[in-house]
């Protein structure tokens, strides 16, 4: 099983896509998110994942960089099950707010004959606190990160090999969550920019850490890998060396920094 990010960067980012991810365990993947737009496409298209290889995704909120490229793959999922070519259910988690939004966007800006497969082969499934899902061999646990700003949910998700892996979606870590982060073997934690630069990006501000944050969370809860996402683009060049020797000052465990495309081992061939 690989992690493949489709996207790195925050909100607001034009040399890199917006955060989203795939985990790819042989020819069947699951789609966290989708970006701000269609350069999803592109992204899944550069990263040699077939929608067709897609059954179900997971929408962390409804902010328009997680959201909006969600109804792009809706019309894509709709178009290739109208011509024969996507033959299973395409299933959509989220929390209720994810689903409302989702509901409106498609019936707004989508036409009748792709809207007609949502509630049939299209399926959106409201998760709440707790709420469980089997996906690609992994047992997912959905809580929710209390949000400072929009309602969003992050997730647990037990590996074909045993380990543990915990999302925290895009903003600082909540103690409600300990129980489903707690000495997880990876951890994906947004940094929003360096400590050193929190003057320039204003991270707090913006209900946002930064990657020694990030280090010193990752020490505390006792995980064993941390994965850093949800970045500024300003500092792409430098970005992978000095976000990783800021966390690993804090942290004792591995820190990865990918790039866009990049992908991560999780579970090797058992």
Not at 56 to 67: C, E, L, N, P, R
Request: proline fraction near 2%; charged fraction near 25%.
């Amino acid at each position: 099983m690989e992690l493949i990010f489709l996207g790195t960067g925050n909100a607001m980012v034009t040399r890199c896509y917006n955060t989203c991810f795939v985990f790819q365990q042989g020819e069947e993947c699951f789609l966290v998110d989708a970006g701000g737009g269609n350069g999803i496409f592109n992204q899944l298209e550069r990263a040699g994942v077939a929608f067709t290889s897609i059954r179900h995704m997971f929408v962390t909120h409804a902010h328009t960089d997680h959201i909006l490229g969600v109804i792009w793959v809706i019309r894509k999922m709709a178009t290739l099950m109208s011509k024969g070519k996507y033959t299973d259910d395409f299933v959509v988690y989220g929390h209720e707010e994810v689903v409302d939004a989702l509901t409106i966007f498609c019936r707004l800006t989508l036409p009748a004959k792709i809207v007609k497969y949502i509630g049939e082969r299209i399926v959106f499934q409201k998760v709440g606190e707790g709420d469980r899902a089997e996906v690609l061999g992994m047992g997912l646990h959905f809580f929710d990160i209390a949000s400072t700003k929009m309602k969003q949910f992050g997730f647990r998700a037990e590996l074909p090999n045993g380990e543990v892996l915990a999302c925290l979606g895009d903003e600082p870590y909540n103690e409600v969550c300990r129980e489903y982060v707690q000495g997880a073997d990876w951890l994906l934690c947004e940094a929003f920019c360096l400590y050193r630069d929190r003057d320039i990006f204003s991270p707090y501000e913006k209900h946002h850490s930064t990657a020694r944050d990030a280090g010193r969370l990752a020490e505390s809860l006792a995980v064993k890998n941390l994965v850093l996402y949800h970045t500024e683009d300003k500092t792409l060049e430098s970005r992978k060396v000095c976000y990783t020797e800021e966390a690993a000052a804090e942290f004792s465990g591995k820190v990865y920094v990918p790039d866009d495309l990049e992908r991560i081992e999780l579970v090797k061939d058992l």
